[in-house]
Structures are given as C-alpha cells and as structure tokens.
C-alpha cells in the first residue's frame, strides 16, 4: 500500500492549485472532457488530444486506434457500473497505459476520478514511482476524492495543487533508481 498524506496543509489547495503552470495548458483537455461527459464516448480526434496532452511519446500507437474501437472502449469506460473496470477497459486501446487512462477518466467521466502523475505521486508523500500504476489505482482515488471532500474542492482543483506543489518544490521526477528502473552505475 503507497499511504498518500499531502505534504502540504489542505487549506493551501487554493494556492497551490494557482501554481499550475504545465506547459501544454489544460483549456482544450477539459473543454473535450466536457463534451465526452454529455456524448458519453470519445470521438477518435479528442481522444487523440487528451492521449497527446498527458503522454506524447507513444502518439504512433494512440494513432493505430480507429474510431469505431475509441468509441466503443471509451463509451463502455464511461458506462459500466463495475469502477474496476473503468481504468482496465481503456488500457484496450493501443499506447494508453494506466496514467493515460487515467487523464481520461479525470477528465470525461461524470464521476470524480484524480489524474496519476509521478508529481501528483510525490505531492502526496510517494517518493518512489509505483512498478505497477494499475495496483495503487483504487487507495489513490479514495485518498484523492476523501481529500477533495475533506478540503471542499474538486478533483480538478486538487490535480492542479499536486502538480503546482511539486513544480514549486522543484520535483520534476522521480530518479530512474526510484522508478524501478534497472540503472547501471559508473565502473569505478
């Protein structure tokens, strides 16, 4: 169990949440998130945005996905009553891992869902990045909404804090050692 505490007061959500500062802006993300939450499905075009906006690297694989399956994957994501199978089901669609997934569900789905980030990660206490994303999913989204609840805030305000808490404190990632990652150190 990861056992995320902020590292700030929640009072200081507000200003943390002003902080936020990504590069990429997130007007368009919710703007598209806001027309998928009355469609209810993603169309190929703005699933193709948000999967750019939170992970752009594998934008050849997010590509290969044809509208008929986005459609068909997100507008079952969105509708299924089963909460374990929201984040699986759109991890079906080529290149979304469950951090994209993730984002997608933060920002399309008409319940609360947080963003998984390695800043949001360590705003939370978390110093090294989880092996498996999936696996800490359920504990982050009832630590987030229960903190949201607790602070009077939306989900949407809290991402922005976690990821403006940690640009502040100048965390920009976690060390590949912290990641899980085999890391080869310098012969002596």
Request: proline share 8%; glycine share 4%.
């Amino acid at each position: 169990m990861a056992h995320f505490r902020p590292r700030f007061p929640l009072d200081e959500i507000p200003r943390w949440a002003e902080a936020y500062t990504y590069p990429l802006g997130d007007t368009e993300p919710v703007e598209i998130g806001a027309a998928a939450k009355a469609q209810g499905y993603l169309t190929r075009p703005q699933f193709l945005a948000i999967a750019r906006w939170k992970s752009p690297r594998p934008a050849k694989h997010h590509e290969k996905n044809d509208a008929a399956t986005v459609e068909a994957v997100t507008r079952f994501a969105f509708t299924t009553p089963v909460e374990s199978l929201r984040l699986s089901a759109l991890t079906l669609l080529k290149g979304v891992q469950p951090r994209t997934a993730s984002a997608i569900l933060h920002l399309c789905h008409r319940d609360p869902y947080p963003m998984m980030d390695v800043r949001a990660f360590w705003s939370l206490g978390i110093d090294e990045e989880p092996r498996d994303w999936a696996a800490v999913w359920a504990e982050y989204t009832d630590t987030c909404r229960s903190i949201a609840a607790e602070a009077k805030t939306d989900l949407r305000t809290l991402d922005r804090a976690l990821w403006g808490f940690s640009d502040h404190s100048g965390q920009v990632a976690m060390p590949a050692a912290k990641r899980g990652l085999n890391v080869k150190k310098d012969s002596p």
